[in-house]
């Protein structure tokens, strides 16, 4: 197990009185951490640069630096799990199951669950070597597009802190999500390549392979007591091979493992075709083989209706489930008794394939009665939903599912028959209402739901805010739900505080256990201490001196992506996301050109000083997003170099948002963007990072928005806009955009600016397509919102002039956010849905 001496010699600090004091006094500095555990360390560090780099110091590179002192945590890592000899069986294990987990960089998070961040950095010092360029020289793992995979990382971590027993399972891509390149305002995807120089943290394991089979035909046997059997015999068999990436929680009390499968053709080459001169046709078949693991769909915004997109799907759950199968019968023998072993969560409908996947394992190869197999299956899975947009919810073409999996297609009508016959047999329900429940959309041509199928298999199905779960129940699955009223149930995101508080801010951390004492970093409601110092002026100063002190190293960030210099005294106003509509980055743009031609109007006035930052990539077909990157980086082109707003406004996009540049502009942040139309956002987990750290939020009622205006309080939140009803009620009214614009000047204004190419003199036109859905459809509804955002912005502008009273919402908000720790998330999914123990 852990050295708790370490864990403490690193942890401690002089003044981390576990009693909140009253007045604020000056930090006492905190203790370093023990010579002998540095010691032991820096020569770990030295035996793997030595042995597994196959370097010397004198010509070692911050990469091979990193790759040493990864090698030598990983040690640690495994010290922690490995050090009896048979583990215990545990009673139950959750298995998460997700196309994407979007964990970023792994060092700083093992360092400090292993409470080894001070004694690696001491070691590493003594060889001449700085901590923070060795774990910038770590590759982000970007496994994942957006909220939902960086929702499994975090997932991933919890579990670990909390020691539930779990398996993370998904595929190991050879290449995340796109480099974001701007040319000209223009985004490029350039492929990313996390794994060209290795990757220390990962134990590949070809002994638990297991083979994953496409395409065929269903066979049908008559067994010795003349029952009928079906066996697939597919066409295609891939072999499935497993990396395990060991998950190490707070404290290194528990350790998971994260299983990625990568795609391996059975031939590795033709040699026949090789030998007579086609190089090239000899590894064809390979490639097309292994293409299933080679990239993360970037398909946040493009519906990815690809084949290869569902050979994924099918291929990753299959194997998880074969895994996780093998894993139960060894253990227990009996797979009658999985649901009380086993917990299978998929995330989103990617895995929804494990309906009919677990449901063949269990009838066609291991011979449970069907009845049996169908109790099994759906009292193991559940399923989280992550957005009801029309466009994301994922249907498959029926006729394509029965090329590439046969089986499952017969199991899917099975099914989907036994449902429709109880319903109707019971009178339930009407043809319309059938149809409404049916797994098999039959008006766009015939499709599978995956939605409904998930929904059918699983025991509970969750959204992610309380807002998303009560859509949930009165739209996309209201014939569902009112099936099964107790199905839906909600479980609001969740955030883990060891990366988004401790790592991404030591600062604020450090100031937080001086404050109210070391408890804060095991338990996040010992947070709620820092309200009486809310409204201490020593305590203020001290808070605002961190913020600042993280601008400034922002803005170095920003200068060196963008070439633009920005002033760390203003107001950092950040919108970081995906770029899409919904989620109206189009709308703060408004504003920033309404206000860039307010202060053109009035120079004179007192405008307090502004900088608009915008991060985020668009997916690579969505041209409508893309148009609106173009349109941030214009307007930044012309304000920036307009001297007239110098030192009040400055505008930047910065290039390639991941999950390391969040980290270094969450803690930097004043004002945190969250402006999607209400009822389009889910939850949101962005928005709670940056309440954590202290950005005020100027948001909708949508997602989680409304829960954090729970907490933190109505006076240090600026909500604006329609809310989700006034949605519905504003688009069932046609025209409604054109009135909008005629009743705003101000609007209308911004808008005749970018119509008539002032951002684009060379390119009048340019923008056409975004000034022409906001005059005509205007489908997510910025011109409704618009003059209520702009109100509330000079609301803003107004509280930024009263630093006593920002710093004290700032503050408040740090106090106030604990709730969202994904710990709490993990404890209610565990509890409600998982039913596993939590120590
Ligand atoms: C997917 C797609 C695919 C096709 C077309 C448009 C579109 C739009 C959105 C998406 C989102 C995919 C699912 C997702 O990432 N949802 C996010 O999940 C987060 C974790 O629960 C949540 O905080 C975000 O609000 C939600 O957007």
């Not at 370490?6 to 000056?26: F, H």
């Not at 929680?249 to 499968?261: K, S, T």
């Not at 012309?638 to 007239?644: C, H, L, S």
């Amino acid at each position: 197990m852990l050295n708790e001496v370490l864990l403490a010699g690193d942890r401690r600090t002089d003044a981390a009185a576990d009693e909140p004091r009253a007045g604020w006094r000056p930090p006492v500095p905190s203790l370093s951490p023990s010579a002998d555990t540095v010691t032991l360390l820096h020569d770990a560090i030295l035996r793997k640069l030595a042995y597994a780099i196959g370097k010397s110091p004198a010509t070692a590179r911050d990469r091979d630096w990193f790759a040493a002192t990864a090698l030598a945590l990983r040690d640690r890592v495994l010290d922690a799990c490995l050090s009896s000899a048979a583990p215990p069986v545990p009673q139950k294990r959750v298995y998460y199951l997700s196309l994407e987990f979007l964990i970023g960089r792994l060092l700083s998070d093992v360092m400090g669950n292993l409470g080894l961040a001070e004694t690696a950095r001491a070691a590493l010092a003594q060889l001449g070597v700085d901590l923070d360029a060795v774990a910038g020289a770590e590759p982000d793992a970007a496994l994942g597009n957006g909220g939902l995979g960086r929702l499994a990382a975090c997932f991933m971590e919890s579990m670990a802190s909390l020691a539930i027993p779990a398996y993370g399972y998904g595929i190991r891509y050879d290449h995340g999500l796109f480099r974001q390149v701007i040319e000209d305002g223009i985004q490029r995807e350039v492929p990313e390549t996390w794994l060209a120089e290795g990757n220390p943290w990962e134990f590949e394991r070809p002994d638990s392979a297991c083979m994953v089979g496409f395409g065929g035909e269903v066979a049908m046997t008559v067994l010795a007591d003349g029952a009928i059997r079906r066996v697939w015999r597919p066409a295609e068999l891939v072999r499935a091979v497993p990396f395990d990436t060991p998950v190490v929680g707070w404290g290194a009390r528990h350790v998971n493992v994260l299983r990625l499968w990568q795609a391996r053709a059975l031939e590795p080459i033709d040699l026949a075709r090789f030998n007579a001169g086609d190089h090239v046709g000899a590894v064809a078949e390979r490639s097309r083989v292994e293409a299933i693991s080679r990239v993360l769909y970037p398909s946040d915004g493009t519906p990815a209706g690809q084949e290869l997109r569902l050979r994924q799907e099918f291929f990753f759950t299959s194997a998880s489930l074969q895994d996780l199968v093998r894993r139960h019968i060894a253990e227990r023998g009996d797979l009658r008794t999985l649901p009380d072993h086993a917990a299978i969560q998929l995330n989103d409908t990617h895995p929804a394939i494990a309906v009919p996947e677990l449901m063949r394992l269990l009838v066609d190869e291991h011979g449970l009665p069907w009845d049996d197999a169908w109790h099994v299956t759906t009292h193991t899975l559940g399923y989280t939903n992550h957005t009801l947009l029309p466009e994301a919810l994922e249907t498959w073409p029926v006729e394509l599912m029965e090329r590439l999996l046969p089986r499952h297609m017969q199991i899917i009508y099975l099914i989907n028959w036994m449902h429709l016959e109880g319903l109707s047999k019971h009178g339930k329900v009407d043809a319309g209402q059938l149809a409404a429940v049916s797994l098999i959309d039959e008006a766009h041509g015939k499709r599978v739901r995956m939605g409904h199928l998930a929904f059918l298999g699983a025991r509970r199905v969750n959204g992610v805010s309380a807002l998303h779960t009560e859509l949930m129940r009165q739209t996309v699955f209201a014939p569902l739900h009112a099936l099964d009223t107790d199905k839906i149930v909600n479980k609001t995101n969740g955030i883990t505080f060891r990366r988004w508080f401790h790592n991404a801010n030591p600062g604020l951390t450090r100031l937080s256990v001086e404050a109210v004492g070391a408890r804060v970093l095991d338990d996040p409601t010992a947070l709620e201490g820092l309200a009486r110092f809310a409204e201490d002026a020593a305590f203020q100063e001290r808070y605002a001196a961190v913020r600042r002190e993280r601008k400034e190293a922002l803005a170095r960030v920003v200068k060196d992506r963008t070439g633009i210099a920005i002033d760390p005294a203003a107001l950092f106003d950040v919108q970081i996301k995906r770029i899409h509509e919904y989620k109206r980055q189009l709308l703060n743009i408004l504003e920033t050109v309404a206000l860039y031609q307010a202060i053109l109007a009035e120079p004179q006035r007192d405008w307090p000083a502004r900088v608009k930052l915008f991060a985020g990539k668009a997916a690579s077909s969505y041209h409508q997003a893309k148009l609106i990157i173009r349109l941030a980086c214009d307007v930044a082109k012309r304000v920036n170099a307009d001297p007239v707003v110098a030192g009040r406004l400055q505008v930047a996009f910065v290039p390639n948002y991941s999950v390391s540049l969040a980290e270094a502009i969450i803690p930097a942040a004043d004002l945190s963007e969250q402006i999607s139309t209400a009822g389009l956002e889910a939850s949101g987990t962005g928005n709670m990072k940056l309440a954590l750290n202290g950005a005020l939020t100027i948001g909708t009622l949508d997602g989680a928005n409304i829960e954090i205006r729970e907490h933190v309080g109505d006076e240090n939140i600026f909500i604006f806009g329609l809310t989700a009803a006034g949605v519905q009620a504003t688009t069932a009214e046609p025209g409604y955009a054109a009135r909008a614009i005629a009743a705003s000047p101000r609007l209308k204004a911004a808008l005749d600016l970018i119509a008539s190419g002032g951002f684009s003199p060379e390119e009048p036109h340019r923008f056409r397509p975004l000034v022409d859905e906001l005059t005509g459809q205007d489908r997510y509804l910025l011109t409704a919102d618009f003059d209520d955002y702009w109100r509330v912005q000079r609301e803003v502008d107004a509280a930024w002039r009263r630093p006593r009273t920002w710093w004290r919402a700032a503050i408040l908000n740090t106090a106030r956010t604990a709730w969202f720790s994904s710990d709490r998330t993990m404890r209610e999914y565990a509890e409600d849905i998982w039913r596993v123990e939590v120590a």
